[in-house]
């Protein structure tokens, strides 16, 4: 029997290290650390001579496919006790068993076998059919009435096995051909990747549509090959579907075609009439019932397997993609570079309900709040004036650099109304002289996803028990410029919302990866124990949600922690715990290493380095050289290989490192408010609200999102729009063009790119060129991590490409609270 079967693990482990490009040591030693109950973040930074230095990435991935291929196994062993207790386990058949390599493949096997409600096939057979359908396949000469007389009831009898008529009999004949058809492993496969790699989707009006069809304007008259078909667009029509707005068809040929229609079920058909010997020739006597019984068995029952199976593939390639862009927003948006410890002045924006205010000091506590109304009787009215006059009191009062509102709406009318505080402020002496050491004072359009969800959850409750909801919601957008990562963790991150059609997805698997790059996050950034929240530490790898409760109640009840070595006390707290949660644990003011991302498990290895530099442990951090100069081999042993010394060695020359980027913010262009102000050929800088696999999303200030298409963002092929730009990044674009009635705008990062209609030459004054040859890349952002190439995007000239082609497909539905869905709907994509 194949080996899978004797040792399931090894071939597990084979097929991982194959698809990760690794040694199967590796994966062997990977999944004895999982499995002994360590996290992905403690392997990939503290054990990677276990690992070869297998990453977070890698380690994530092996996580993923190790649970699949395990439940592979289950299934397996689950199917093959199955088919032996029936006694039909034939070594053939085992060996196919052993060596099906997916779900799909595995299921397609076991369908003869499993236990079903008779089918007419199986009736039939009860009948005594068999051998009439055996001889009408084997003899074309045989003549079906006359062949299928001989098994009719002769005596009467009554019941569901009698056959009272000839064509009953040829009947269940057929129904017997079909199923042995159906049921094909190799014919079903073979179809299945016909149909993959030759079929197109199509996709129409749906028949009493309605209204429902306006968003998904794009699909009326669509058509691509199934095997092109990007993530976006799959769920687009998928999607489109369900609301009732389209009609999908799924085929080689167009419906509307009836020759070439008829000639791909023609190929079809040859395949099926091959595989169950349906070979008569024509004008002989059972030709006839042949070629109906495979036109049934292609049309009734494979087709519509096989279309099952496609859409399933299809959704399945765009639930992988998707999940992908929204984690790799989510990673972007929680390792935003932060404001760091400054006073901000936080503005939830609104309307009828005026603008909330909160301010919060250097250490995230809200110490101040009011309710503004500067909309209601517009900029020259008495309230706007003492809209101005309460802002400036506030910031003055509490010296806040930084003003930060929300992105809801009236954002852009309150970031206004920011701006002018600020001019206030610069003509106020007390104000300048207090925060003249300080950075220059600044305002900042901030997501706001998720605030709402926050403001009224119990963790805001617990946190801000003397506000009313509405104002937790500015404080939490205050406290987001200070540090994303600490205030979005307190958020479910499906409501963060940077995602694609994520109401569409596996809720379990997108939870699941989710919930990893969160706690990716926070670990690659440390956590200090003395002032981190119970969301946040729950989040740190090995504590968990019951564990960061006890560690602020014992915060609480005992005072700060002054070393790692307290967090043992604390109650449930064990050894395995600490193991894994405590080098990402920061305890500030005690013991240099106990600041650090080094391992209390290495605490003695450190100190050999700092001995080998001529330094004590109160020099960490202080004489980078001294340590750099050190050869890391020499203090290799059995426990810590040079991989782990250099991890060492380089966080005591720069302890407790922050991996965040500069805080930088864009400047949005003043006159610009609506989506009426805009004019093709502007040049503008923006912020990066989300990518999508077709393009990224900018916030020009405007209430409308403008899309860079990824045939926009460079002169060279962009394959992934996140090579190019990231969510947060700050970047400079040109307007294309814009629709106000749509609701559209259309951008490109390649600023000399003419305008629709205009050569390369003659699409700007000769000052504007001179604009446009300036850096069109990301400049920085919140979440750089150092990493500028990545972000950085070109700007190196057009070549008179025309506007790119819109491609967002449909929105979400209303009602998505994220933030992808805002920007599809801002973007004019619904």
């Not at 109950?37 to 990677?48: L, M, W």
């Not at 019932?289 to 292609?298: E, G, N, P």
């Not at 609480?556 to 949660?581: I, T």
Request: with cysteine; aromatic share 4%.
């Amino acid at each position: 029997m194949n080996t899978s079967a004797a040792n399931p693990q090894a071939d597990v482990t084979t097929r991982i290290a194959a698809e990760l490009g690794v040694k199967s040591w590796q994966v062997d030693a990977a999944i004895g650390l999982l499995d002994a109950g360590s996290t992905v973040p403690f392997i990939a930074r503290y054990r990677k001579e276990v690992t070869g230095t297998l990453d977070d990435a890698q380690l994530r991935t092996l996580e993923e496919r190790l649970r699949y291929l395990r439940e592979l196994e289950e299934r397996r062993a689950a199917v093959i006790a199955a088919i032996a207790e029936q006694g039909k386990l034939t070594d053939a058949l085992a060996a196919s068993l052993a060596a099906a390599a997916t779900k799909t493949e595995l299921e397609d096997l076991y369908l003869p076998y499993k236990t079903k409600r008779r089918t007419r096939a199986q009736i039939a057979r009860e009948a005594g059919l068999e051998p009439l359908a055996d001889a009408l396949l084997a003899d074309p000469g045989l003549d079906p009435v006359t062949a299928a007389a001989a098994y009719v009831s002769a005596d009467g009898t009554e019941g569901d096995t009698a056959v009272a008529t000839a064509d009953d009999a040829l009947a269940g004949a057929r129904a017997i051909v079909i199923e042995r058809a159906s049921q094909d492993v190799e014919l079903v496969t073979e179809l299945r990747e016909r149909l993959w790699k030759a079929g197109v989707i199509r996709s129409s009006v749906a028949t009493g549509a309605g209204d429902a069809t306006a968003k998904f304007a794009d699909y009326h008259d669509f058509a691509e090959p199934v095997h092109k078909l990007p993530g976006h667009r799959i769920l687009a029509l998928l999607r489109g579907e369900r609301d009732g707005a389209l009609s999908l068809d799924l085929g080689e040929a167009d419906p509307a075609d009836a020759e070439a229609l008829a000639a791909a079920r023609a190929g079809y058909e040859a395949a099926v009439a091959r595989a169950v010997g349906a070979n008569a020739p024509a004008g002989t006597p059972a030709a006839d019932w042949q070629a109906r019984t495979v036109r049934l068995a292609w049309k009734g029952r494979i087709l519509s397997r096989l279309e099952s199976d496609v859409r399933s593939r299809l959704f399945e390639a765009a639930e992988e993609q998707a999940i992908g862009v929204f984690a790799a927003n989510l990673r972007d948006v929680l390792l935003a570079a932060p404001a760091g410890n400054r006073a901000v002045l936080g503005l939830d924006p609104g309307l009828r309900t005026g603008v909330k205010v909160a301010v919060v000091n250097e250490t995230g506590r809200v110490v101040e709040t009011a309710t503004i109304y500067p909309h209601a009787g517009g900029k020259s009215g008495a309230k706007w004036e003492a809209s101005l006059a309460v802002l400036e009191e506030l910031a003055a009062k509490h010296a806040t650099t930084l003003i930060a509102v929300g992105n809801g709406t009236a954002s852009r009318e309150t970031d206004r109304l920011a701006g002018e505080v600020l001019a206030r402020l610069a003509k106020n002496p007390a104000y300048a002289a207090a925060t003249a050491s300080g950075p220059k004072p600044a305002k900042v359009i901030v997501s706001e996803a998720g605030a709402s969800v926050y403001s009224a959850s119990a963790l805001a409750s617990a946190e801000l028990p003397d506000l009313d909801v509405s104002l937790r919601g500015a404080a939490s957008i205050a406290r987001r410029l200070q540090d994303p990562l600490a205030e979005l963790v307190k958020i479910e991150p499906k409501s963060i919302g940077v995602g694609q059609y994520q109401h569409d997805l596996t809720a379990a698997k997108l939870d699941r990866t989710l919930d990893a790059v969160v706690e990716d996050c926070v670990t690659a950034v440390g956590v200090d124990v003395n002032t981190a929240s119970p969301a946040l530490l729950a989040r740190v790898a090995g504590v968990g949600s019951t564990l960061g409760k006890n560690i602020v109640a014992y915060r609480d009840a005992n005072g700060p922690f002054a070393s790692r070595k307290e967090l043992k006390k604390v109650p449930r707290l064990g050894e395995k715990a600490f193991e894994q949660c405590a080098g990402f644990l920061r305890v500030t003011g005690g013991a240099p290493l106990d600041a650090s991302a080094v391992h209390p498990e290495a605490y003695g290895l450190a100190e050999r380095i700092l001995a080998a530099a001529g330094l004590s442990k109160d020099d960490v951090g202080t004489s980078a050289a001294s340590v750099a100069a050190l050869d890391p081999a020499q203090f290799v042993d059995d426990r810590f290989g040079v991989p782990t010394v250099r991890d060492v060695m380089a966080e005591l020359a720069r302890p407790g490192r922050d991996p965040r980027g500069e805080f930088v913010t864009a400047t949005l262009k003043e006159g610009v408010e609506t989506i009426a102000d805009l004019v093709p050929g502007m040049i503008l800088e923006g912020t990066v609200s989300n990518v999508a696999a077709f393009g990224a999303f900018v916030d020009l200030g405007v209430h409308q999102d403008g899309l860079v298409h990824v045939s926009a963002m460079s002169n060279r092929f962009v394959a992934d729009p996140r090579e190019v730009v990231t969510s947060g990044a700050i970047v400079k674009v040109k307007v294309l063009e814009v629709d106000v009635q749509r609701k559209r705008i259309s951008l490109t990062l390649r600023l000399d790119d003419p305008l629709p209609g205009e050569s390369k030459h003659d699409d700007a004054a000769p000052a504007a060129r001179a604009e446009q040859r300036r850096d069109a890349g990301p400049r920085g952002s919140r979440q750089d991590r150092g990493d500028r190439n990545r972000g950085k995007a070109r700007s190196d000239g057009g070549r008179g490409k025309p506007a790119p082609k819109r491609d967002g497909g449909a929105a979400p539905r209303q009602g998505d609270d994220t933030a992808m869905a805002e920007a599809l709907r801002r973007a004019g994509l619904a």
